[in-house]
């Protein structure tokens, strides 16, 4: 079940798909699984519950500022990793705005978690003082993402028995920090990100600490 509140929410409507304009207001959303034992071949019984809150904020004259706020809990329970919390993780060269960027995947799981999304668009920033860069008309951003988590003794026994090197957020959050450019040719962003915490252990795979990402994005 999802609950969505978006006060004056705006809409580009059509004969069969509806677009979100956004708010002016933030946005909140609620959801609610349950899982219970013995339906249609169903193995366990489960609550989980998760709540975000996102808004994007004027903050004149030094841009746009984007901001979400989430967090969740599955309670009273013992589950295989799939159906906890796998903190989406990036191991290709696309930037995710949605994911960690610097995590892998699979790497960090949570039964319980919190965590936020900053995105703050400069506009011009440093490039309208470059006279031969000014009329590219290039736009500056910085971003940061963290995110802590914690996992029940029962879920670390049931998940932390096999080969796979799971890890949990307990007491050492995840952050990254990254910084980069945007309309280039009108529709390239590049974004440059560090991993500020936790630091990848030396033998893991993809053990990144910095990495460049590419994507596409129109604004007007």
Known sequence: MKLRYAFRE??????YYRFS????????????ALGVKGIWKSNYSYHKTSFTVSDYLKVAPFGQLYYNFF????FNTTLPYPLLEI?????????????????????FISDQYA???LEHTLGSGIFNYIPLVRKLKFRQFWTAKGVIGSL???NRALNFQ?????????????IELGTGVENILKFIRVDFVWRVAPKPLPAEVNNKKFGIFGSF????
Request: net charge neutral; proline share 6%.
């Open 10 to 15: 705006e809409f580009l409507e059509g004969n």
């Open 87 to 107: 903190h989406p993780g990036n191991e290709i060269y696309y930037y995710n705005k949605y994911a960690f960027n610097m995590m892998n995947r699979y790497e």
């Open 71 to 74: 967090g969740g809990k599955i």
């Open 152 to 154: 029940s003794d029962n």
């Open 217 to 220: 994005r129109l604004q007007f």
């Open 162 to 174: 096999s080969t796979y090197p799971f890890k949990t957020l307990e007491g050492n959050p995840y």
């Open 115 to 117: 965590g936020f999304n």
């Open 21 to 32: 304009l956004g708010s002016k207001y933030p946005i909140v959303e609620l959801k609610y």
